[in-house]
């Protein structure tokens, strides 16, 4: 018996084991929110369905870029599509005319299947008669669903200049946006910035290769620049303009720019001088 003793003992440690992992298998597994850090722009209910639009850092939808992120879920049992197919259009009801702003297409993210991300460029705010509405048209278990939304887009809360819609010298009309930095240092910045051309009233196609020249200056400060500033050339793997921008000082930066097309004809933009103190083209930043 007692060399039978160490066995028995064996078994029942196993068998106990063997208990706690099958109870612990049977415990529901909670899913995690991958949108639990992001702000809801917007929750519209339609077709039995809830679409969220979220951002990562805005509490609502500015002038300049807007990165969106997308959700569909299903009212029902409460479940999220995943690899739903999305479009969207915004469109600008003027008292006189619509038009559209540019866009990207929304794609699904790679960290989760549920959620799909894109951007859109609004070139002005709504007001009190005129105001922006965007249709998704979706498709989620082989049928296509369709809903418009009205939706309030106001100027930065800063009041600084982020998006530009110009005439060029070529007679285009362009849009011009900076997508960053979102929170600038007292560092070498990276700065990125998108370009579109009006090719009609709702067709806003990107334009590559051309080059944007960066000036920085503070205007309040003698208006001094500052030093390792890069200019932004196309980036063919992102689809933006990259750049280096220098901020020496915490304060008002104004980004002076010159627009280059690909022959290096100058579209919009001048030279910062003792003369001309700033470009007609630019961005604004205070942090």
């Given at each position: 018996?007692?060399?039978?003793?160490?066995?028995?003992?064996?078994?029942?440690?196993?068998?106990?084991?063997?208990?706690?992992?099958?109870?612990?298998?049977?415990?529901?597994?909670?899913?995690?929110?991958?949108?639990?850090?992001?702000n809801l722009l917007a929750n519209i209910e339609a077709n039995g369905h809830s679409l969220q639009l979220y951002s990562e850092g805005k509490n609502g939808f500015t002038t300049g870029y807007n990165e969106i992120f997308v959700r569909i879920k299903d009212n029902a049992?409460?479940?999220?599509?995943?690899?739903?197919?999305?479009?969207?259009?915004?469109?600008?009801?003027?008292?006189?005319?619509?038009?559209?702003?540019?866009?990207?297409?929304?794609?699904?993210?790679?960290?989760?299947?549920?959620?799909?991300?894109?951007?859109?460029?609004?070139?002005?705010?709504?007001?009190?008669?005129?105001?922006?509405?965007?249709?998704?048209?979706?498709?989620?278990?082989?049928?296509?669903?369709?809903?418009?939304?009205?939706?309030?887009?106001?100027?930065?809360?800063?009041?600084?200049?982020?998006?530009?819609?110009?005439?060029?010298?070529?007679?285009?009309?362009?849009?011009?946006?900076?997508?960053?930095?979102?929170?600038?240092?007292?560092?070498?910045?990276?700065?990125?910035a998108m370009l579109f051309k009006m090719e009609n009233m709702m067709s806003f196609p990107a334009v590559e290769n051309y080059t944007i020249a960066?000036?920085?200056?503070?205007?309040?400060?003698?208006?001094?620049?500052?030093?390792?500033?890069?200019?932004?050339?196309?980036?063919?793997?992102?689809?933006?303009?990259?750049?280096?921008?220098?901020?020496?000082?915490?304060?008002?930066?104004?980004?002076?720019?010159?627009?280059?097309?690909?022959?290096?004809?100058?579209?919009?933009?001048?030279?910062?001088?003792?003369?001309?103190?700033?470009?007609?083209?630019?961005?604004?930043?205070?942090?």
């Amino acid at each position: 018996m007692k060399t039978i003793k160490p066995f028995i003992v064996i078994f029942i440690v196993a068998l106990v084991l063997s208990s706690c992992t099958s109870d612990g298998d049977d415990s529901p597994k909670i899913e995690e929110n991958p949108m639990a850090e992001f702000n809801l722009l917007a929750n519209i209910e339609a077709n039995g369905h809830s679409l969220q639009l979220y951002s990562e850092g805005k509490n609502g939808f500015t002038t300049g870029y807007n990165e969106i992120f997308v959700r569909i879920k299903d009212n029902a049992d409460e479940s999220y599509f995943a690899d739903p197919e999305i479009t969207w259009m915004p469109v600008m009801h003027m008292m006189s005319m619509n038009h559209s702003c540019p866009k990207s297409d929304l794609n699904i993210t790679e960290e989760n299947n549920t959620v799909s991300k894109g951007y859109l460029v609004f070139q002005m705010a709504g007001n009190t008669d005129e105001f922006w509405d965007i249709t998704f048209t979706y498709t989620v278990e082989g049928k296509e669903y369709s809903l418009t939304e009205t939706i309030d887009v106001v100027a930065p809360s800063d009041g600084k200049q982020k998006v530009s819609s110009f005439m060029g010298s070529d007679d285009v009309r362009y849009v011009l946006a900076m997508a960053e930095p979102l929170d600038p240092q007292v560092a070498v910045n990276d700065i990125q910035a998108m370009l579109f051309k009006m090719e009609n009233m709702m067709s806003f196609p990107a334009v590559e290769n051309y080059t944007i020249a960066l000036d920085p200056r503070m205007p309040g400060m003698g208006n001094h620049s500052s030093p390792n500033n890069e200019d932004l050339t196309y980036d063919t793997a992102a689809k933006s303009y990259k750049g280096k921008l220098s901020l020496t000082m915490t304060g008002y930066w104004k980004l002076n720019l010159k627009l280059f097309n690909g022959s290096g004809e100058v579209l919009k933009g001048e030279d910062v001088t003792e003369e001309n103190e700033a470009s007609s083209l630019y961005f604004e930043l205070e942090f």
